[in-house]
């Protein structure tokens, strides 16, 4: 039966009221808190699905709600001004842009949102005035500038040209080179971000250095062996144990999921262990469930993930198109226990982690020193102190592509294993590795991140605890990839990462919020097929290199739920 949104509008303020009422008789403090933060996880999640899928009117309703519960939480207060903005109520819109940049984080994004708002008015001087202030308060994401149609009744005028070529030289990073890298991150760290840095240059460590506050609460910085989620890095030590597994004849790649599980639904029978690894499987992407108190952490066993993924609907036949799915590594995950008779955490532990020498690598739940600990500011928070200790057990509707923690000094020794040949053979490492000197990020909405790139001499990993800085590690590890691999970064942008599927197929792993792909319509997941026509795969560079330099309009051919189409993006000045 399908409920409509608004009983399940009328249920979610229930739950608010009763979770805010202190009757007489009632629970006790410590319960009401708790029904309290259940409802806010609740709109959370309900506004985040609402900006995802832009429906603006249920993201506004949901960030309404939430800021009546928070209204000290910047976040929500700038969610809620971009949900009445996105609707087309510039007029509603202001005095909540207003309201939001009262808090100094989210303070140039909301001036400039302002800016955008007093343009659709035709009131010129107004969004001068609020663009000049987003200027001084240091926002540095001007490629919006050059294709946001909100602005497009002043950018005839001559102060904007001023304001935005005087915000170019004041906030621009001067090219990267091998010798200002230090200084560069200095200057990413005065404009909030937080993490820490290991660069790897001619098979030598030649910078590890940690940035910012991993506890902002008890003022402990970040060390170069901070701990941190790395969100669904652990894709790769699931695609090292299959392969592995492969190596030692407990499995072929070809094997049909049959061979592994039992009452396969027919439409899913024919899928391999291949096509899981490759995004051909035809899975969805995730399997939480709407009563799931948390999308990533509420905890179901094996068995409980396994009937939901294969209960699911497919997205194509499997075999027939590519979707990234979280769900497929999932059953792979699932498979390693089958094969090796070991749980996964045992397996690779015993076969993978421990023999590389990573030792700070390991699931969720687990302690964590507290000096050590990062604690994740991002735009969710789950348990008494929003870090991976205190989110429980890894729920297997993470594990095997996501749930664990590490460091950038464990990862850098997963690679030096990796090419040392200690862990898999040569056969294995060309099916393991994706294209030289790619980019990988991976992230949680808990606040972290994580970028590296995983050359044999020259490799970098970027850990990050913010969400204000993220934007800023991103286009480091680009800026920092293009180093490596002797590329000039171009002067314009696409205002997204890739990532890839296993098989040369390249899809977008993360899209900058506001930047050029988001604004045209392009998502997460979708898997990029051409760019004016020329093949992205299985040089993504070569692909795109055209447009980044003229920023010129770029139709982009995507497949997104088995169905191809063409979005066409204009490319943002760096």
Known sequence: MRISSLVIAALLA???????????????????????????????????????????????????????????????VFGLARAIHMRGDYERAIPAHLRAAEFPAFRAPSLYNLACAYARLGRA???????????????DAWDAMASDPDLEAIRDDPRFGEIREHAERTNAFPALTWDNIPQRLEAMADRGYSGSVLIVR????????????????HNIPNRPDTIYCVGSTPIDFTKAAILLLSERGKLTLDDPITEYFDRVPEDKRAIT?????????????????????????????????????????????????????????GL?????????????EEFITRSLLEPAGMHDTFDYGQPIPRDRM???????????????????????????????????????????ALYSGKLLSDDSLELYFGA?????????????????????????????????????????????????????????????????TGDGRITIAQLQPGGAGERAGLRVGDVLI???????????????????????????VIERDGVRREIVVTPARR
């Open 14 to 76: 229930s739950l608010l009221i009763m979770a805010l009422s202190p009757a007489a008789g009632g629970p006790p403090a410590d319960a009401r808190q708790e029904r309290i933060e259940a409802a806010i996880r609740a709109l959370a999640d309900r506004a985040d699905n609402a900006v995802r899928a832009q429906k603006w009117i249920d993201a506004e309703d949901a960030f309404a709600q939430l800021v009546s519960l928070r209204p000290e939480d910047g976040q929500f």
């Open 125 to 139: 001087d107004d969004a001068i005035d609020a663009l000049r202030g987003s200027a001084e308060a240091g926002f």
């Open 202 to 217: 001619g098979g030598k460590v030649v910078l590890d250095d940690a940035f910012g506050l991993a506890d902002r609460e």
């Open 273 to 329: 262990i291949r096509q899981l690894m490759t995004g051909a499987s035809g899975l969805q992407n995730f399997h939480d469930l709407p009563s799931d108190r948390d999308v990533d952490h509420s905890w179901i066993d094996r068995d409980t993930a396994v009937r939901r993924i294969l209960s699911f609907p497919l997205l194509f036949e499997p075999g027939t198109g590519r979707e990234h799915s979280h769900s497929a590594w």
């Open 332 to 344: 792979l995950g699932a498979i390693v226990e089958i094969a090796s008779g070991e749980t996964y």
């Open 374 to 416: 990062a604690i994740g500011y991002g735009r969710f928070a789950d348990g008494e102190i929003n870090a991976p200790p205190y989110w429980g057990p890894t729920s297997w509707l993470v594990k095997a592509s996501g749930g664990m923690v590490s460091t950038t000094h464990d990862m850098n020794r997963w690679h030096e």
């Open 436 to 500: 030289p000197g790619e980019v990988l990020n991976g992230g949680s909405r808990y606040g972290y991140e994580i970028s590296y790139c995983e050359g044999p001499s020259d490799r970098f990993y970027i850990t990050s605890n913010s969400i204000e800085g993220h934007r800023l590690a991103a286009e480091f590890a680009d800026d920092l990839g293009a180093l490596i691999s002797g590329r000039t970064p171009p002067p314009y942008t696409l205002g997204l990462a890739l990532g890839d």
């Open 530 to 556: 051409s760019l004016n026509g020329v093949e992205i795969a299985p040089d993504p560079y070569a692909a795109v290199s055209g447009a980044l330099r003229t920023g010129e309009p770029v139709a982009c």
